[in-house]
């Protein structure tokens, strides 16, 4: 006569669970705080780095220019492959000077310890009106819509790759604040096979093409603070991506919009997190 084990039933649930939440999505919370002389110190820290490594470039295309600057591995050698980043500036940089773009995540590469150790091409453009526009969905969330040049860039980047072939294609990184960090959404959701994994800053959500998603490494930060681009769109992308168990969220609890960058200039939390992901 069949006879139930129990026991055995139990530790198989055990493990069955424990292994989901293993593998699952993450969110976590943070209780950083950022008084006015860390903000100060950090941006400062940046802001004295010399940006005449980030070569002036401007792509071309039909009646569309796109400035950007690039910046090449510190030991550039063709015999070795490296990642290649993509920075995207808020709106507070859009205009044509080449020069405003270089904001803080752009600028976290040029640090000495930073450029030594994650060694990549960097591609900073700048976008001349808003790469990303906002609207409200039928459930009234702030979600976002691309604007033509932002479809451009799938061809800056390929021209990027046939000049430096030494570029790993399967080490693809975006990384975005504010309007930049929504850009980086857009960009995922237009062309997602191209890009091993995705840093999006107090963002507004993208969710066009969430199937495609399903599978990307995407890290997500936002402070629970921000009433400029809405913590509940990153917490709504979050849920609608709830089978990604390479999706994670990061919720700085004390954080608002202008201060959610700050703990990251000065550190390589980034960089190695990007770094170790690949397609």
Not at 15 to 37: H, N, P
Request: hydrophobic share 35%; glycine share 2%; proline share 5%.
């Amino acid at each position: 006569m069949f006879k139930i084990n129990f026991e055995k039933i139990l530790v198989l649930l055990f493990f069955t669970l424990t292994t989901s939440f293993v593998f699952a999505q993450k969110k976590e919370f943070r209780e950083t705080t950022v008084d006015s002389v860390t903000f100060v110190n950090n941006r400062k820290i940046l802001n004295s780095l010399n940006t005449d490594g980030f070569e002036k470039n401007i792509f071309t295309k039909q009646d569309k220019q796109i400035p950007y600057r690039l910046l090449k591995p510190k030991n550039n050698s063709s015999k070795q492959r490296y990642p290649l980043v993509i920075t995207f500036h808020n709106s507070t940089r859009i205009g044509n000077d080449n020069e405003n773009q270089l904001e803080p995540f752009s600028k976290i590469w040029l640090r000495p310890y930073i450029y030594s150790k994650y060694q990549c091409y960097v591609i900073a453009p700048q976008f001349s009106k808003r790469s990303s526009v906002y609207e409200k969905n039928v459930d009234g969330v702030q979600v976002l819509k691309p604007s033509n040049d932002v479809f451009a860039l799938i061809e800056l980047i390929q021209n990027i790759e046939k000049e430096y072939p030494n570029i790993d294609k399967n080490k693809i990184y975006l990384i975005g604040y504010s309007m930049g960090g929504s850009t980086v959404q857009n960009l995922l959701s237009i062309a997602p096979n191209k890009f091993a994994a995705t840093v999006s800053v107090a963002a507004v959500p993208d969710f066009s093409n969430l199937k495609k998603l399903s599978k990307k490494n995407i890290w997500l930060i936002h402070g629970e603070k921000d009433d400029e681009n809405p913590y509940v769109g990153s917490v709504e992308l979050f849920d609608k991506l709830s089978s990604n168990e390479n999706l994670i969220l990061t919720t700085f609890k004390n954080l608002n919009h202008n201060n959610i960058i700050i703990p990251f200039l000065i550190t390589e939390e980034i960089p190695k997190w990007l770094f170790e992901k690949h397609k």
